[in-house]
């Protein structure tokens, strides 16, 4: 269970990346009052944190829907994470993130909280593939499902204070240390890919 726990929390933290989205979110957010800035910060986090609680309760029926094993999904889910966790490495995220949320500020997007820093930053591709392929590791344990949805909550609550506190982080990590940060996350999330796609290998062999 804590193993699952641990396993769980690092790959959607790793996947998610709240420290990275700080600086993000200072951008977005430029020339709003502090007051504003809370707002958009609280509503971000609870409209990712519904998206995905929302793919970890309904990610297996909809995969059994489509006749889609959860095998040849982990292998695919890998796949996508791990190309995630090469962008990171390389820096070609960040300066992906960075284009989406200047577009969305140059068309005076009507709600930041929604997009993009609910959609696609925080809950996008990646993070809802991770979850889906977390929650077919519980097998059907309703006391891993349920802390499976706790985790979740736990990720959009550390985005929740990484906004909160988005100055203060970006100026202690500075250019250097977010650089440094956002590529050793990436190392580990290309490492829980590998994972994943072994495990679904492992699978399609066995029922062989």
């Known amino acids: 269970m804590v193993e699952f726990l641990v396993s769980a929390f690092v790959t959607l933290f790793v996947v998610v990346d709240p420290?990275?989205?700080?600086?993000?979110?200072?951008?977005?957010?430029?020339?709003?009052?502090?007051?504003?800035?809370?707002?958009?910060?609280?509503?971000?986090?609870?409209?990712?944190?519904?998206?995905l609680v929302g793919?970890?309760?309904?990610?297996?029926?909809?995969?059994?829907?489509?006749?889609?094993?959860l095998s040849a999904f982990r292998i695919a889910g890998g796949l996508l994470l791990f190309s995630i966790a090469?962008?990171?490495?390389?820096g070609v995220r960040t300066q992906r993130e960075g284009a989406t949320a200047e577009h969305a500020v140059e068309e005076r997007a009507r709600d930041l909280a929604a997009f993009p820093l609910a959609i696609p930053l925080m809950a996008g591709p990646g993070a809802i593939t991770a979850i889906v392929l977390l929650a077919g590791r519980t097998q059907g344990d309703l006391l891993l499902h349920g802390l499976l949805l706790v985790v979740v909550i736990a990720v959009a609550v550390c985005c929740l204070f990484a906004f909160l506190f988005a100055a203060a982080i970006s100026r202690f990590l500075g250019v250097t240390g977010n650089i440094v940060l956002s590529r050793l996350l990436g190392v580990i999330l290309?490492?829980?890919?590998?994972?994943?796609?072994i495990d679904g290998i492992k699978v399609i062999f066995a029922g062989h």
């Open 19 to 51: 420290v990275g989205l700080a600086p993000i979110f200072i951008g977005v957010t430029e020339g709003l009052s502090a007051s504003l800035r809370r707002q958009v910060a609280v509503r971000a986090a609870l409209i990712a944190a519904g998206i």
């Open 55 to 69: 793919a970890g309760l309904t990610g297996n029926w909809l995969l059994q829907q489509l006749a889609i094993s």
């Open 86 to 90: 090469t962008e990171m490495v390389f």
């Open 190 to 197: 290309a490492a829980l890919a590998v994972q994943f796609v």
